[in-house]
Nanobody, 123 residues
Framework: QVQLVESGGGLVQTGGSLRLSCAAS????????MAWFRQAPWKEREFVAS????????KYLDSVNGRFTISRDNAKNTLYLQINRLKTEDTGVYYC????????????????WGQGTKVTVSS
């Protein structure tokens, strides 16, 4: 099993930046892909970005491409999401997830989730 703990959320003004972190522990050697999802108030949880753990290739939701950057530090077993030029529509709880052996963007394809970290963007 892999345990995930997100951090780095907070209250930020429009146009600002945040760097979210997700620390992984447990059987981290089994990690092949990791992803970020977000859930805005009154909306479904949606895919944001994913990364192939070893090689580092990435995929993004079209609407965030260019502002969001997913990365990882293999030695620290930590996933990151750099968010630039924040918009009010970026508000929501951000979750990291893992335990897939293929590229996936659907919630049900991931088995392990963190507790989430809340991002609030004010105008």
């Amino acid at each position: 099993q892999v345990q995930l703990v997100e951090s780095g959320g907070g209250l930020v003004q429009t146009g600002g930046s945040l760097r979210l972190s997700c620390a992984a522990s447990g059987r981290t050697s089994s990690v092949k892909y990791m992803a970020w999802f977000r859930q805005a108030p009154w909306k479904e949880r949606e895919f944001v970005a994913s990364i192939r753990w070893c090689e580092g290739s990435t995929k993004y939701l079209d609407s965030v491409n260019g502002r969001f950057t997913i990365s990882r530090d293999n030695a620290k077993n930590t996933l990151y999401l750099q968010i630039n030029r924040l918009k009010t529509e970026d508000t929501g709880v951000y979750y990291c997830a893992t335990d897939v052996t293929y590229w996936a963007s659907a919630r049900h394809e991931y088995d392990f989730w963190g507790q989430g970290t809340k991002v609030t963007v004010s105008s």
